[in-house]
């Protein structure tokens, strides 16, 4: 089985930056495609934020371009989310996405928890 555990959220004030990370673990991995970032904000549907692929090339969301950076450590299973320059509007339950290949040639997407990320004064 796999668990992909999030971690770095917090309160920051507006302009502040986090930093966010995902780490999958699980004995039936055997690689692991894409990683992503989701937010879901009060009210309102998960959107996807940014997607990074096994090279370490990433997209993003217009809403986030500039200011987020994503990344990963292939050697770690871990996926980051760098934020700058946030504002209230990033407020949001962040959720960790991956798609992930067991020993037996078979694909999953796997979600974490989420961590909350509160952006106010």
């Known amino acids: 089985q796999v668990q992909l555990v999030e971690s770095g959220g917090g309160l920051v004030q507006p302009g502040g930056s986090l930093r966010l990370a995902c780490a999958a673990s699980?004995?039936?991995?055997?690689?692991?495609?894409?990683m992503a970032w989701h937010r879901q904000a009060p009210g309102k549907q998960r959107e996807l934020v940014a997607t990074?692929?096994?090279?370490?090339?990433?997209n993003y969301a217009d809403s986030v371009k500039r200011r987020f950076t994503c990344s990963r450590d292939n050697a770690k299973n871990t996926v980051y989310l760098q934020m700058n320059s946030l504002n209230p509007e990033d407020t949001a339950v962040y959720y960790c996405?991956?798609?992930?290949?067991?020993?037996?040639?078979?694909?999953?997407?796997?979600w974490g928890q989420g961590t909350q990320v509160t952006v106010s004064s």
């Open positions: 996405f991956a798609s992930i290949r067991n020993w037996e040639g078979g694909v999953g997407n796997y």
């Open positions: 699980g004995r039936s991995i055997f690689s692991i495609y894409d």
């Open positions: 990074t692929r096994s090279s370490g090339s990433a």
